[in-house]
């Protein structure tokens, strides 16, 4: 198998495991713990805007190599394997639909701004002018 294939596969495997995680929330055998975390990891996977723009160099990319996958693997850990595995099947054969996740996008967007108006507000203090 060459690189590129096991990539794909990885990549695939990453996909089904998002939306088993944001099915793996909505479901009462679930903990509630889990549930956060699973849903936060799914939302901000499916989020279609990224805490770290794709456009900044290396670090633009650091969320979708390291962050989303450790969260992935954190929700997985937390999740009844049985549960998992249930959603895990449906997932895949759910189709090529890809959801979105627009709560998702608001939160990232929230702190954008968030981080906006506390590096303004710093700056003022500073008594710097913009």
Same mark, same amino acid.
């Given at each position: 198998?060459?690189?590129?294939?096991?990539? @794909?596969?990885?990549?695939?495997?990453?996909?089904?495991? !998002?939306?088993?995680?944001?099915?793996?929330?909505?479901?009462? @055998?679930?903990?509630?713990? +889990?549930?956060?975390?699973?849903?936060?990891?799914?939302?901000?996977?499916?989020?279609? =805007?990224? #805490?770290?723009?794709?456009?900044?160099? !290396?670090?633009?990319?650091?969320?979708?190599?390291?962050?989303?996958?450790?969260?992935?693997?954190? +929700?997985?850990?937390? =999740?009844?394997?049985?549960? #998992? $595995? $249930?959603?895990? @099947?449906?997932?895949?054969?759910?189709?090529?639909?890809?959801? @979105?996740?627009? =709560?998702? +996008?608001?939160?990232?967007?929230?702190?954008?701004?968030?981080?906006?108006?506390?590096?303004? +507000?710093?700056?003022?203090?500073?008594?710097?002018? =913009?």
């Amino acid at each position: 198998m060459n690189l590129l294939h096991r990539l @794909r596969q990885w990549a695939r495997t990453l996909k089904r495991d !998002v939306v088993a995680l944001s099915r793996s929330a909505q479901d009462p @055998r679930v903990p509630w713990y +889990a549930k956060v975390v699973a849903a936060s990891v799914a939302a901000y996977a499916l989020s279609p =805007i990224d #805490l770290i723009p794709d456009f900044i160099p !290396v670090l633009g990319y650091l969320d979708d190599v390291i962050l989303v996958p450790l969260g992935i693997a954190l +929700a997985i850990c937390l =999740i009844p394997p049985d549960v #998992l $595995e $249930e959603h895990r @099947r449906a997932a895949s054969e759910g189709g090529g639909h890809q959801p @979105r996740s627009w =709560i998702g +996008a608001a939160i990232i967007v929230t702190i954008w701004i968030a981080f906006v108006a506390l590096s303004f +507000a710093w700056i003022a203090q500073q008594g710097w002018s =913009i």
